[in-house]
């Protein structure tokens, strides 16, 4: 009689011959497999998409580049006035990415933050994930997007795609559209029922200069934080910008880099031309 550990192993094998490994494999027609902007570390081509190069915060190195930029997704909701009430006391910019079906139905919250200069992105009309859409379907997201913006008079210039997720089609469906598409480096996790003293202490830990730092407006508990994430920005000396200031001062950093290549240029490898293709001298 064979062994229990013999027996054992005879079916072990057995089950693992007889069971199919799962494979995901796209069935015809489908989307595009999406790229999904995670906690730290990102890659630094997924930070900015729509500007077709690898964009990285670690060029920012001189003294007035140290900069971060605050933003919040999922409004319009009430608790946007108090937020846009607190960054006033600060001077401090921010980006709002607001949901479609929610600027229809708060318009009042909107044009506040618009009369106090904050920017407005778009973050889809419902909170779907739009790797999962067909190209008509995410025509129509925007389509509709759009449309609530264009009631208020709002031109929108920024683009999220909820749960960080995109693909070649929905960055170039944004583009269609004027908005460039945006994401973050530094998740607050506020979603996940932690505490303000515990959020603020994480956020603060990750600073780093060009950081996007991520909030949604529907967590209380980002409000609850903010006070000493903002203390905190102001004594390490940082200077809190906009999206539009931000993305000014990494194509400067851009073009720092550039040059700094070409006067001393790196030999070529394969590895190195298509990850950062405006960033090497080849010959």
């Given at each position: 009689?064979?062994?229990?550990?013999?027996?054992f192993?005879l079916?072990?094998?057995?089950?693992?011959?007889a069971?199919?490994?799962?494979?995901?494999?796209?069935?015809?027609?489908?989307?595009?497999a999406a790229?999904?902007?995670?906690?730290?570390?990102?890659?630094p081509?997924?930070?900015?998409?729509?500007?077709?190069?690898?964009?990285?915060?670690?060029?920012?190195?001189?003294?007035?580049?140290?900069?971060?930029?605050?933003t919040?997704?999922?409004?319009?909701?009430?608790?946007d006035l108090?937020?846009?009430?607190?960054?006033?006391?600060?001077?401090?910019?921010?980006?709002?990415?607001?949901l479609g079906?929610?600027?229809?139905?708060?318009?009042?919250?909107?044009?506040?933050?618009?009369?106090?200069?904050?920017e407005?992105?778009?973050?889809?009309?419902?909170?779907?994930?739009?790797?999962?859409?067909?190209?008509?379907?995410?025509?129509?997201?925007?389509?509709?997007?759009?449309?609530?913006?264009?009631?208020?008079?709002?031109?929108v210039?920024?683009?999220?795609?909820?749960?960080?997720?995109?693909?070649?089609?929905?960055?170039?469906?944004?583009?269609?559209?004027?908005?460039e598409?945006?994401?973050?480096?530094?998740?607050s996790?506020?979603?996940?029922?932690?505490?303000?003293?515990?959020?603020a202490?994480?956020?603060?830990?990750?600073?780093?200069?060009?950081?996007?730092?991520?909030?949604h407006?529907?967590?209380a508990v980002?409000?609850?934080?903010?006070?000493?994430?903002?203390?905190?920005?102001?004594q390490?000396?940082?200077?809190?910008?906009?999206?539009?200031?931000?993305?000014?001062?990494?194509?400067?950093?851009?073009?720092?880099?550039?040059?700094?290549?070409?006067?001393?240029?790196?030999?070529?490898?394969?590895?190195?031309?298509?990850?950062?293709?405006?960033?090497?001298?080849?010959?």
């Amino acid at each position: 009689m064979p062994s229990a550990t013999l027996l054992f192993c005879l079916l072990l094998t057995v089950l693992l011959y007889a069971v199919p490994t799962a494979v995901a494999t796209p069935s015809s027609g489908s989307p595009p497999a999406a790229v999904k902007q995670d906690i730290l570390p990102y890659n630094p081509h997924d930070l900015y998409p729509s500007s077709g190069v690898s964009l990285s915060t670690r060029w920012l190195s001189q003294p007035e580049e140290r900069i971060m930029t605050l933003t919040f997704d999922d409004g319009p909701e009430e608790r946007d006035l108090a937020i846009a009430a607190l960054l006033k006391q600060y001077h401090a910019p921010a980006t709002f990415f607001f949901l479609g079906h929610k600027v229809e139905a708060r318009p009042e919250v909107v044009e506040s933050l618009l009369s106090d200069n904050y920017e407005i992105g778009y973050h889809s009309y419902r909170h779907q994930r739009l790797s999962l859409f067909s190209q008509n379907r995410l025509s129509e997201d925007f389509r509709q997007g759009v449309a609530a913006f264009n009631g208020l008079g709002i031109l929108v210039t920024w683009f999220r795609p909820p749960y960080g997720e995109f693909n070649r089609e929905i960055v170039q469906t944004a583009k269609t559209q004027g908005m460039e598409t945006i994401l973050w480096t530094i998740d607050s996790r506020d979603w996940t029922g932690v505490g303000p003293v515990t959020l603020a202490r994480d956020v603060i830990r990750r600073f780093h200069p060009g950081a996007i730092l991520l909030f949604h407006s529907n967590q209380a508990v980002s409000l609850q934080a903010l006070p000493t994430i903002l203390e905190a920005a102001i004594q390490k000396g940082y200077r809190l910008v906009s999206l539009t200031e931000w993305r000014t001062m990494i194509q400067t950093a851009q073009r720092r880099m550039e040059a700094k290549n070409l006067k001393t240029p790196q030999p070529c490898t394969i590895q190195q031309v298509p990850e950062h293709p405006t960033l090497s001298e080849c010959k």
